[in-house]
Every structure is written in C-alpha cells, then in structure tokens.
C-alpha cells in the first residue's frame, strides 16, 4: 500500500518511449550490479517461471519487511487460473528471470474506464541499474493498454527518490492520495468477524 505522497499515475495515450540509452543504461551506480550478459526480452508469466516467480515475490516481501506466505497454489490461482486477478511480466535473458512485474486490473465503473495498477516491480539486486526495471515499465505499459486501460498506476515509498524520480522520468504524474480506506479480514470458512451484522 502506498504511503501518502507516494502513489503516481499515467494517463494514456501519451506514449512512453524512453531513449534506447535509457533502456538499456541507468544513471544509477550500483556496487557489484552486473550489466545482464546479453539482450533482456519480457514476456508474460509461464506456469513454469513459478518457482522463480515465488522466490522473487519472497525477495521483494523481505525487502518491505513482510514474510511472504504466496504458495504454488495461490501464486496459479492469482496469474495462471482462469480467474486470474493479475497479470505477471518476467524479464528474461539466457535462460534466467532478472525481475517481474506484477499488474491487477480496477475498473472505475462510474467513469466507464479501466485502470491498471503496478503492484510490484522486482528486479534481482545483481541486474539493478542496467535499465532492466525501465523495460519492465515500458512493458507494463503495453499490458496496460492491450488491455483498454486509460491509466498505470504505481506506488512507493515516500522516501523512495530513486524509484519517483525513475516514474518522473517516464512520463508518470504525482497523483492525489485522497480518502479513507478500510478493509474486512474475511476468513476462507466460517463466522465473519464480530461486528458484522
């Protein structure tokens, strides 16, 4: 959840087409980070990248504090199943998965207009500041219009100035963090909680 200050939108049609220098090389110095040893293609989710998936959503939970509790079971249920919530995009070189974006589609029925959020954006520390996170965006991107979406949505952390700058950079507007929200723990099974009427 993104803290407030810290949530930024794009609105389509304005294209996102970052330099091919900015693609392929950051400004961002990172000690023992590698450049990737050749091209880095993204593609949609495999059932097979499972496992890799699973150990990179784990990371990126560990990085924000949180142990995560994502099974095979519930990472199929969430990207590959037929009921689907979220589309996942890996970043692929030579047989690896350098990173992942994670993307879940919100409908503004009032509004008549989809919009796409980008959950997560994981990139392994080894590959970080070799623009393989920008390819990652740009992708996300092109999900989020082949799938009618008239705006990307994406979070970070208030002093996340690296991550807001990068967004900045590509077109990505700071957007209000207006409202209160709330949430219902519903439990797989049984009673709802006290107080439910």
């Known amino acids: 959840m993104a803290a407030p200050g810290g949530l930024f939108h794009f609105r389509f049609p304005v294209a996102v087409r970052p330099k091919e220098t900015d693609m ?62 979220t589309t996942a995009l890996v970043a692929h070189c030579g047989g690896s998965l350098l990173g992942y974006a994670a993307l879940n589609l919100i409908t503004h029925l009032h509004f008549g207009r989809r919009v796409m959020d980008l959950a997560h954006l994981f990139v392994e520390d080894l590959h970080r500041g070799h623009g393989v996170g920008r390819q990652l965006i740009a992708a996300s991107v092109e999900e989020a219009r082949r799938q009618r979406c008239t705006r990307l949505t994406v979070g970070t952390h208030p002093e996340n100035e690296t991550a ?34």
């Not at 142990?67 to 095979?72: D, F, Y």
């Open 24 to 85: 392929n090389h950051s400004k961002i110095d990172i000690p023992g980070s590698r450049k990737p040893a050749g091209p880095v293609t993204i593609r949609q989710a495999k059932r097979g990248d499972a496992s890799r998936l699973i150990a990179m959503i784990t990371s990126l939970a560990g990085h924000h504090g949180d142990a995560a509790t994502v099974t095979p079971a519930t990472l199929d249920r969430d990207i590959f199943d037929a009921s689907a919530c």
């Open 164 to 197: 807001q700058a990068v967004y900045r950079s590509l077109g990505f507007r700071d957007a209000p963090v207006g409202g209160t929200r709330f949430q219902l723990d519903l439990p797989e099974t049984g009673a709802l909680p006290d107080g439910w009427v």
